[in-house]
T-cell receptor, first 115, second 114 residues
Framework: DTGVSQNPRHKITKRGQNVTFRCDPI?????LYWYRQTLGQGPEFLTY????????KSRLLSDRFSAERPKGSFSTLEIQRTEQGDSAMYLC?????????????FGPGTRLTVL | AQSVTQLGSHVSVSEGALVLLRCNYS??????LFWYVQYPNQGLQLLLK??????LVKGINGFEAEFKKSETSFHLTKPSAHMSDAAEYFC????????????FGPGTSLSVIP
């Protein structure tokens, strides 16, 4: 069990550019979650997957955001035409199978800075 | 709609003193409740969770929390603070009907003074 990994750990981009983040969940974890955390705030739910199916999306996930989990393993989160307001820590978490007793295990996050 | 409030964005305690971090929730249905800890440059780690079993929940590192429905509270305590407890603590809630969607509070930064 190597834990949830996220790449890159830091990303600096200019406003208007597209960025893509990757999350590798714990092996055999069926559920994968994306959160956004801004300075001084708790994580905010963005979306989650059961295997390759995206089951719920937050209103925070505007049309510029898209998440995929094509083979039910790793996931990508893409932000198009980045804005300064997108600057935040993007967290990924995974859990085994969606039972309420399952724990969500978090990765270290990708810190995005939009200049 | 669910929400979580954490009283006190910063709490300082002396090493060896009682730790009390406050959390109140709002939920239209019976909730599940969580406490997570975040150390600098690390991911969130689950301390403990309440899922409608015992109202007093024991977690890792000597922490525990008590679910009080009448007060809509889920305060986190530890009898004796250790320097290594300095971190950011987040209370979170989810609903039984949508337990994957976890709503986090704003967090409380705990400092431990030697």
């Amino acid at each position: 069990d190597t834990g949830v990994s996220q790449n890159p750990r830091h990303k600096i981009t200019k406003r208007g550019q597209n960025v893509t983040f990757r999350c590798d969940p714990i092996s055999e974890h069926n559920r994968l979650y994306w959160y956004r955390q801004t300075l001084g705030q708790g994580p905010e739910f963005l979306t989650y997957f059961q295997n390759e199916a995206q089951l719920e999306k937050s209103r925070l996930l505007s049309d510029r955001f898209s998440a995929e989990r094509p083979k039910g393993s790793f996931s990508t989160l893409e932000i198009q035409r980045t804005e300064q307001g997108d600057s935040a820590m993007y967290l990924c978490a995974s859990s085994p199978g969606g039972l309420v007793t399952d724990t969500q295990y978090f990765g270290p996050g990708t810190r995005l800075t939009v200049l | 709609a669910q929400s979580v409030t954490q009283l006190g964005s910063h709490v300082s305690v002396s090493e060896g003193a009682l730790v009390l971090l406050r959390c109140n929730y709002s939920s239209s249905v019976p909730p599940y409740l969580f406490w997570y800890v975040q150390y600098p440059n690390q991911g969130l780690q689950l301390l403990l969770k309440y899922t409608s079993a015992a109202t007093l929940v024991k977690g890792i590192n000597g922490f525990e929390a008590e679910f009080k429905k009448s007060e809509t509270s889920f305060h986190l305590t530890k009898p004796s603070a250790h320097m290594s407890d300095a971190a950011e603590y987040f209370c979170a809630v989810s609903e039984k009907t949508s337990y994957d969607k976890v709503i986090f509070g704003p967090g409380t930064s705990l400092s431990v003074i030697p």
